[in-house]
């Protein structure tokens, strides 16, 4: 099945800018997704179809994809940014899969 | 906006059947497809399936043996069977709104309903 690969975790200090990796094969051929979850929170989707914004969220969030990395940009990090982030696509390669990544833990420092 | 609330026991023995509900309201489960993700406490998001409004289905092929999502129109509802729940099976369980259509994103989430098994 696919797999996709995240950093455990990225540390950032305030507005500074945080870059959060998600590897998987020929991801550059995928449409990929990513959403935010705080503490105690469901998840929230930030961005869309590699590059897409949700009505209200902030421009501060903004994705990329391409080759076998796609990308989560977060700029002027905040310390409310600090949460789990993950990236996920929809595996049409395989049966129609919905696959997550395992997360990465935004700290700001 | 759609609002998802899921709903059903929370604590559960080994060896029982989980069964989850996910009601919809300020929407209509038409024309998407519903999701059931799950999250062991301290862990990452785990897709179980989903089924769509036409009660076409498809599970994570890890659980698919144990598994049964059903959508009911008339009651803008859809529902989690789970059989044979050991300890592993301990989670937050959520469902979620994917529209149909190539690459679209879970954009509606319910806020979780925590499911422990234990003797």
């Known amino acids: 099945s696919y797999v996709l690969t995240q950093p455990p975790s990225v540390s950032v200090a305030p507005g500074q800018t945080a870059r959060i990796t998600c590897g998987g094969n020929?991801?550059?051929?995928?449409?990929v997704q990513w959403y935010q979850q705080k503490p105690g929170q469901a998840p929230v989707l930030v961005v869309y179809?590699?590059?897409d914004r949700p009505s209200g969220i902030p421009e501060r969030f903004s994705g990329s994809n391409s080759g076998n990395t796609a990308t989560l940009t977060i700029s002027r990090v905040e310390a409310g940014d600090e949460a789990d982030y993950y990236c996920?696509?929809?595996?049409?390669?395989?049966?129609?899969?919905?696959?997550f990544g395992i997360g990465t833990k935004v700290t700001v420092l | 906006q759609v609002q998802l609330q899921e709903s059903g026991p929370g604590l559960l023995k080994p060896s029982e059947t989980l069964s989850l509900t996910c009601t919809v309201s300020?929407?209509?489960?038409?024309?998407?497809?519903w999701s059931w993700i799950r999250q062991p406490p301290g862990k990452g998001l785990e897709w179980i399936g989903y089924?769509?409004?036409?009660?076409?289905?498809n599970y994570n092929p890890s659980l698919r043996s144990r598994v049964t999502i059903s959508v009911d129109t008339s009651k803008n509802q859809v529902s989690l069977e789970l059989d044979s729940v050991t300890a592993a099976d301990t989670a937050m369980y959520y469902c979620?709104?994917?529209?149909?259509?190539?690459?679209?994103?879970?954009?509606?989430w319910g806020q979780g309903i925590m499911v422990t098994v234990s003797s």
């Open positions: 300020r929407g209509s489960v038409n024309f998407y497809y």
């Open positions: 179809d590699d590059s």
């Open positions: 089924v769509h409004y036409s009660g076409r289905t």
């Open positions: 996920q696509v929809w595996d049409n390669n395989n049966d129609h899969q919905e696959i």
């Open positions: 979620a709104r994917r529209p149909s259509g190539n690459n679209q994103p879970f954009d509606y």
């Open positions: 020929n991801i550059g051929t995928k449409s």
